[in-house]
Every structure is written in C-alpha cells, then in structure tokens.
C-alpha cells in the first residue's frame, strides 16, 4: 500500500473523491518494480478502482505471472504500450477515454511511456505527454503511476521525471518532487523543426487544391514504397492537416514529404500558431470540430511533432513505412 510521505496520495475534493495524483516511480531492478507496481494494482482493485496498465510487453509479462488470478479481473486492463502508446498523443487520447468513462469514481493509471531503444524524436515528445498530463487530469479522481527504468534511461530522462511530475515515488512513500516545472518542460520541447531540403512540397491555398494534394501525396508514397493501408493513412494525415490550416489561419499550408528511415513524414506549415498544448491529444467529441482534425492525425500517426509560435506552426506526422505489396493503381 502507497503511504504518503510528504505529499497526501487521499487529498480529497469537492465530490468527495481524492485528488488528482500523478507520481514518477523511478525503478532499478525488476523486484523493485514488482513490489511497487502489483501492490498499487491490488489496493485498487481491493477498493473497487478500475486500473488501467500500460507498460512494455517484457514488463506486461511479469505483471500477468505476478498478478496471477487478478489479471482477468474485469476491473483491470492490460495493455501493451508499444501498441497503444508509440505515439505519445495517441496514449493521452487511451487515457482520457479511460478517465471519461470512470468520471465519476476513483481510477488508477499505469505507464510506461519511456522505454530504452526509442528515437531522441521520442523522447521529446514522451517528456512533452508527461508535462501535458497534469493540466489534461487536473481534478479528475485519477493517480497515475508513470515508470521508469532508472539502470536503463539516461540521466536526462530522470530529470525530466522529476521535472514534469509532482510528486515522486520513494521508499515506498510519496514526496513532492522539488524540480516539478512542467511550464518549463513544455517550453523546451516546444522546439522548432527544421524544413527538410530533400522534401518534395506541394502548396494547398485553398479547398480546391485538397484533392490534387492527395494525390501528390499517394503518387510519393508508391515511389517510396508505403504499404496500401499506410498511403490511405497517409491521405487521410494530409487531408486533416491542410484543411485544420485553412479552416483556422489567413494563409496557405506548405505540405512536405520525405522519407526518414523507417517512417514517410508528412509536414505540414502554415503562418497560425497553436494556443492550447492539448488540442488534437483529447477525443473532443461531436461538439468539438476545431480539434477533430488534429485527433484524428494523432490517431493515425506513430509520433507527432509540433512546435508553434509567433510566425507559425509546424507539425510533422510520422507514419513507419511497410513494403507495399504491389503498385499503386
């Protein structure tokens, strides 16, 4: 059972349900992490909490031995995060639903966003999710216990725990992290992106341009070799990021595209700027049109990046390339 150091884990509110807690458990050794994690689950359990779990199959393997009986439990679910989590905004989007549909009782988190072998592009944008779930959850009945692999992850990424979580995790109680600046963190991953010199660009000044730019779109993906399932994604991420640009800015929106390893890259820059850090991470619902368009391409996407400012906004949707298994017709 989590005691509370010097932080309180039951803070209540005015719904009579505690507070919103989102701690950082910085782990060393697999039993470290077992004695921390299943007892976590099992109070939850216990109390009636619908917990949530989200970490790599490795370590989703050793929670199923650990919990035994427990993991068929209908009040738990367990997810692998490399599915539902390779895109950062794409988890906050899981956990948001998870949250909405548990609105009116107490709920537990597990995440594991941070996992060795992920792109620095990654890393940027894991730092960027942890920082934006404390406005995302602030009041909501949630804790959220959020791991990291403290032997495997560099110091940066530990800092960055520190910084974007509140409270921490230590010696089997709670404290309140004294390096938490989540503003901070945001400003420093709101970083710019460079325009790629060997991408091939198409303007899109108005909705007529829309279709032929989708079809400038899927003529680039077959000569690279993006799968069928991939260039409708492709046209869908396009589609969603020009239209977001003319619905919402005075001027045109350069769509560039690039291969970069593994991934096809579709960016897009226009001359508005982004407001809410949110936008586009949360199911807006039907009410919500401004920011369908953005979800969507976070749904699709494996990474977005986004950095806007006073003269514009780029966002760059990542989508991993997979042979096509013939010709684009």
Known sequence: MMESGSAEVTTGTGNGYRAFVHSAFLFRSQLEYLDAVVPFILEGLATDEPVLVAVPGEYLALLRKALGGHGSTSGLQLVDIADVGRNPSRFLAVEGSFAQENVDRPARIVSQVFWPGRS??????????????????????????????????????????????????????????????????????????????????????????????????????????????????????????????????????????????????????????????LVGRLDPGPTGPASRGLFLVNAISDLVRTHTGSTGTTIQAYLRMTPSSGPVG
């Open 120 to 277: 620095s592009d990654e890393f940027v944008a894991c730092t960027q999710h942890e920082a934006l779930v404390n406005s995302a959850f602030d009041g909501r009945p949630l804790t959220v216990l959020c791991l990291f692999d403290a032997q495997r992850l560099g110091e940066d990424i530990l800092a960055s725990a520190r910084a974007t979580h509140p409270t921490l995790y230590e010696g089997g109680a709670l404290h309140d992290s004294p390096d938490y600046a989540p503003g901070e963190v945001l400003a420093r991953c709101n970083q710019p992106l460079p325009a790629n010199p060997g991408a091939v660009t198409y303007m899109v000044r108005k909705s007529d341009d829309l279709k032929p730019a989708r079809s400038f779109a899927v003529n680039y993906a077959g000569w690279v070799g993006l799968s069928q399932d991939g260039i409708e994604d492709l046209q869908l991420v396009a589609t969603e990021l020009a239209t977001n640009s003319l619905m919402y800015t005075d001027g045109a929106c350069r769509l560039a595209f690039w291969r970069d390893d593994d991934y096809l890259v579709c960016e897009a820059r226009d001359s508005g700027r982004l407001d809410d850090p």
